[in-house]
């Protein structure tokens, strides 16, 4: 095997690519590098089979007679990725104390285009506006998979998905949903273009989720977590609805009103 295709053992805590790992903590590192973490074996393995691979995966010496693993390193290797095999200290440097992993992949950020999300039958598209909390976005990215919805487009300053949080809530599916980024005016421009119905969730609206004859394709839009959806954007919408709800609660958490709403939506097809 060349030197490309082995294992390089790192046992310093200083190295530059365990350093990397800390780094990518932060999302303006995130951004200039155009690098993220996801953590796990399970989760590598649900990205390979999306096709995608790390650009460099870490692991810890302690689990390198894992059976899966192993086949797993096997495949990373022929690849030409390079695969790190790290020592205890330069591990401990990287291990968080709340999930403490023994597998980490360092992944390229990848953002999609509107038209790359083009809403086809029996799918739907989700957009949300100022998301912030990102076990949200995570918990949302999940259930747009569970769905095989179309993607998830992101409108104002919402939190960044690819924080380890966001991914780490997504279990895996970060990896098979698309991600765009826009501007409401133009999404809802591209939305028309496209002949989709666009369904705002509001605690204002007046008809009831279960009530609606959702049109194909269908774009879910749902609000921030404080503030609710702008007024603006709910006027933009061919639909307005709300979920019912009985106790004193004021609302749902909105990646469970996402969830409730969207098996709705894919009631028929799922
Ligand atoms: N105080 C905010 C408001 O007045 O809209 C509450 C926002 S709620 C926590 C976040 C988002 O979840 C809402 O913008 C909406 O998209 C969705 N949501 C939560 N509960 C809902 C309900 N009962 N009916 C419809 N949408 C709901």
């Given at each position: ?6 294992v390089k053992i790192v046992t310093s805590a200083a190295n530059a690519t365990i350093k990397?790992v ?36 870490i692991f810890s010496a302690e689990l390198k ?18 695969c790190i095999e790290a020592g205890r200290q330069a591990m401990e440097k990287i291990a ?6 023994g ?168």
């Amino acid at each position: 095997m060349s030197e490309a295709n082995s294992v390089k053992i790192v046992t310093s805590a200083a190295n530059a690519t365990i350093k990397l790992v800390r780094a990518l903590d932060d999302k303006k590192h995130r951004r200039e590098s155009g690098l993220y973490v996801a953590e796990g074996l399970r989760t590598a393995l649900t990205a390979e089979e999306q096709g995608v691979y790390p650009e460099t995966l870490i692991f810890s010496a302690e689990l390198k007679d894992h059976p899966k693993l192993k086949e797993y390193l096997g495949r990373c290797l022929k690849r030409g990725i390079e695969c790190i095999e790290a020592g205890r200290q330069a591990m401990e440097k990287i291990a968080r104390r709340d999930n403490p992993q023994g597998v980490i992949g360092i992944y390229r950020i990848g953002w999609h285009k509107l038209e790359d999300l083009a809403p086809k039958p029996q799918s739907c598209l989700i957009a949300l506006q100022m998301i912030r909390d990102p076990g949200n976005l995570g918990t949302i990215m999940r259930t747009a998979d569970a769905v095989g919805a179309e993607g998830i487009v992101l409108i104002d300053e919402c939190c960044d998905p690819f924080s380890i949080e966001a991914v780490r809530a997504s279990m895996g599916s970060i990896f098979a949903v698309k991600l765009a980024r826009a501007r409401f005016a133009d999404f809802d421009a591209w939305r028309r273009k496209q002949g989709a119905m666009l369904v705002g969730t509001s605690l204002r609206a007046s008809e009831d989720y279960r009530k609606v004859d959702y049109k194909d394709p269908v774009c879910l839009l749902m609000g921030n977590e404080q503030a609710g959806l702008p007024a603006e954007y709910e006027d933009a919408c061919d639909a307005r609805v709300r979920i019912p709800m009985r106790g004193s609660a004021d609302s749902l958490n909105v990646a469970v009103a996402t969830a409730i709403v969207l098996y709705e939506i894919n009631r028929k097809s799922l």
